[in-house]
C-alpha cells in the first residue's frame, strides 16, 4: 500500500470517527428538552464521546477510533415549575444539563474536522493522479 493511500484510510478514520461525534451531538439537541415524567425520575442526561489513537498493523500508522460513549455526570439543572408532573415538594423540575449552545459549538469543531479530513482525502487523491500523469 502506498503512503498515499495510507493517508486517505487515516483520514477516513478521522472522518468515521466525527460522524460519530455529530450523532452524539444530535443526540443531545434532540433531547435537550426531555424532562422526566414523574417524580423522582431523572431527565435526560447529556452524552459526551471520547477518541483514542488506535494502531492500525496494516497501515502501520496511529488513527483515531472512538473509545466510548459515555454520560456527562454534571448536575442538573433545576427550574421551577410546581404544575410539572415531575416537580419535587419545592416545586422545582430537573432539567438536562444539555447546554444549546455549548453542542452547538461541538457540532461546528466536529464539522470543521471532518472537512479537513475530507481536503486531505482530496489533495492526496489530487497528488495521486498528477503522480500518474507523470509517469505517463
Known amino acids: 500500500m502506498d503512503e498515499l493511500s495510507k493517508a486517505q484510510r487515516i483520514a477516513v478514520a478521522g472522518m468515521k470517527a466525527?460522524?460519530?461525534?455529530?450523532?452524539?451531538i444530535a443526540q443531545n439537541m434532540a433531547n435537550a428538552?426531555?424532562?422526566?415524567?414523574?417524580?423522582?425520575?431523572?431527565?435526560y442526561r447529556r452524552k459526551l464521546i471520547?477518541?483514542?489513537?488506535?494502531?492500525d498493523?496494516?497501515?502501520g500508522a496511529d488513527s483515531v477510533k472512538v473509545k466510548q460513549v459515555f454520560e456527562d455526570m454534571t448536575p442538573f439543572p433545576k427550574r421551577h415549575d410546581p404544575s410539572h408532573p415531575a416537580a419535587d415538594a419545592e416545586g422545582y423540575v430537573q432539567t438536562p444539563n444539555v447546554?444549546?449552545?455549548?453542542?452547538?459549538?461541538?457540532?461546528?469543531?466536529?464539522?470543521?474536522s471532518y472537512e479537513a479530513?475530507?481536503?486531505?482525502i482530496s489533495v492526496a487523491r489530487e497528488m495521486s493522479k498528477r503522480t500518474l500523469e507523470l509517469l505517463r
Open 18 to 24: 466525527q460522524a460519530e461525534r455529530l450523532r452524539v
Open 33 to 43: 428538552d426531555s424532562l422526566a415524567q414523574a417524580p423522582g425520575e431523572q431527565p
Open 50 to 55: 471520547s477518541f483514542e489513537s488506535a494502531l
Open 57 to 59: 498493523r496494516e497501515l
Open 99 to 112: 447546554n444549546p449552545l455549548i453542542e452547538m459549538m461541538d457540532m461546528r469543531e466536529a464539522q470543521r
Open 117 to 120: 479530513n475530507m481536503s486531505a
